[in-house]
């Protein structure tokens, strides 16, 4: 495909765009930029502007990681093995700024969302699968998110039923406004309620110097007998941060805020902003449980968040315990806007509805009720007396490890289509970069899957799963090593003119080319997936009828 150097002064064609409510000026939160303002950005003053108008998409996808599932997770960690996991959070830093960059690359030069891009370019089992896997996970999601409100109403002592009912109104109205800018303030402001984690660790104050130790020394604690119970809470960790809905979320909503590839630099710092509030409130969570619980009864004794807040209360007092609860439920609710978001816009994609924040009720009922049902659906699953809610988070954290090396490999593959991408492919170091994390994440997974079927999995084959999953690890590498070098002049990239370029519409682009190693590794991924998804399923139900 040739690329053709574009006129700055004439705004580029957006044809591929599916909604023509994300075309126009960035309305965000915090500022404006109009669709026809070119002027260059010369001076502190000009760039902190845009980057303040364009601020938004990576802050509240990090931050609504940091949900109620984090707060467990996190919490579980520092309580029962101190600070010693510390270390993992640091690693997940390169891996949340490539998996996110990417999906902030496709959107602003695609203009279309995560789903629709793998129905045209994968087909339509892929598509269907993408989608269905994505609403089933986020709702299961949305589910937990609940349960982190009634745990915080509960140590406020709210009534239960009541903070649900009005969580799910606030969660809803906030949508309704029929205004991007509208909710995105809501969206931020909530945001900004997550440094609650920052007096409740002054007033725990840990050890920093330990919490700094832990943070650069790999340490798996326990020893080799709790082995197999520290990797998947490891495992946990990973996938609490790095969640298939991020993907799908992300790309559609830099696509609704209308930024294009102009804006790529702002919306890096945006994201960066985003990894280290969500890195810097995972370790302080970490570090100021395991302060509390050190050297008591309760050390090694992990039950849900409410236990850590009393834990926080009886060390340093009950505003330690209530700023906590207050974190902890704003968590959960911007948790629940971006899980329920992604769903909406990854539905709206694939039916070819329009889907956007900027549209009124009326204007984009299909979105709407999308939303509005997932999150109702959520809230009265958890209201039923009896409902296994237990049962449904262990269920979210398993098919969210079984799914996301799917998301993983279909977002390296659009991320390598000249086609869609065009000058803003991946280049050699990036994929190689992410062709690892791809691997690790594959590991993980079946790893988890494993664990989750077979309960008293030992050390042993947790050790043999990972080294078998490494040499295929090591050959697909060797073989991609090796065709890449016997590759021809075309395959280098043309980087020229590529601020002004954008993909053009999906029904021009030529059919991907689909090689005999292709085929044989998305049968097996799609065998791998069925699979598991089937066992994981009927081990649920098993224990649930056990119950």
């Known amino acids: ?69 984090a707060f467990a997770t996190y919490g579980q960690a520092g309580q029962n093995y101190g600070t010693h996991l510390l270390w993992t959070l640091l690693l997940l830093v390169p891996v949340l700024y490539v998996n996110q960059e990417m999906v902030l690359r496709l959107g602003a030069v695609t203009g279309v969302g995560h789903a ?3 129905l045209e370019r994968f087909g339509r089992f892929w598509g269907a699968f993408s989608v269905i896997d994505l609403l089933l996970l986020n709702a299961l999601t949305l589910v937990t998110e609940f349960i982190g409100i009634t745990l915080a109403a509960g140590y406020l002592g709210l009534p239960k039923a009541l903070a649900v009912v009005l969580a799910a109104a606030v969660i809803i109205a906030s949508a309704f406004t029929g205004s991007f800018r509208r909710f995105e303030r809501i969206a931020i402001a909530l945001c900004a309620g997550s440094l609650l984690l920052v007096p409740v660790y002054f007033l725990i104050h840990p050890s920093a110097t330990r919490m700094a130790r832990d943070l650069v020394v790999p340490n798996l604690p326990g020893g080799a007998g709790q082995l197999s119970t520290v990797m998947l809470l490891i495992i946990g960790i990973v996938g609490t941060t790095v969640a298939p809905w991020q993907l799908f979320f992300q790309q559609s909503y830099v696509i609704d805020k209308r930024i294009t590839p102009r804006f790529m630099a702002y919306e890096k710092v945006d994201l960066w902003i985003g990894i280290v509030v969500v890195v810097v409130g995972a370790a302080a969570m970490t570090g100021f449980t395991a ?80 939303y509005a049902g997932l999150v109702t659906v959520a809230a009265t699953i958890v209201l039923i007396p009896g409902s296994p809610l237990g049962l449904l988070t262990e269920g979210v954290q398993t098919l969210a490890g079984v799914l996301l090396p799917s998301a993983s490999v279909f977002l390296l593959l659009l991320c390598n289509d000249k086609d869609v991408l065009g000058p803003w492919v991946n280049g050699p170091r990036t994929n190689a970069f992410t062709a690892a994390v791809v691997g690790v994440l594959v590991t993980l997974s079946v790893v988890l899957t494993a664990a989750v079927l077979f309960p008293d999995i030992s050390a042993d084959t947790i050790l043999t799963v990972m080294a078998v999953c490494g040499v295929l690890g ?60 089937v066992l994981v399923v009927v081990k649920i139900v098993q224990v649930a009828l056990n119950h």
């Open 1 to 69: 495909m040739t690329n053709v150097m574009l006129d700055p002064e004439v705004p580029t064609p957006r044809a591929a765009v599916l909604d023509d409510a994300h075309l126009g000026d960035i309305k965000g939160a915090l500022g404006t930029i109009r669709l026809d303002d070119d002027t260059p950005r010369h001076g502190l003053s000009a760039r902190l502007r845009t980057l303040l108008a364009v601020i938004g998409p990576g802050l509240i996808v990090m931050v609504g990681d940091n949900d109620a599932g």
């Open 116 to 118: 629709r891009l793998i």
């Open 291 to 370: 302060a509390a619980f050190a050297g008591t009864d309760g050390f090694g004794q992990f039950t849900d968040a409410a236990g850590i807040a009393h834990g926080l209360a009886a060390k340093a007092g009950e505003l330690a315990g209530v700023l906590f609860a207050i974190a902890l439920l704003d968590a959960s609710i911007i948790g629940a806007f971006a899980v329920s978001l992604s769903t909406a816009y990854a539905v709206g994609d694939v039916l070819g509805v329009k889907h956007s924040l900027h549209r009124g009720v009326g204007g984009a009922k299909g979105f709407y009720a999308v």
């Open 474 to 533: 090591v050959s697909a590498a060797g073989y991609s090593f090796v065709r890449r070098r016997t590759g021809t002049e075309k395959d280098r990239i043309d980087r020229t003119g590529r601020e002004n370029w954008r993909m053009p519409p999906l029904e021009t682009l030529a059919r991907p080319t689909v090689s005999t190693a292709y085929r044989i590794g998305m049968g097996a991924l799609r065998g791998y997936l069925l699979v598991a998804m």
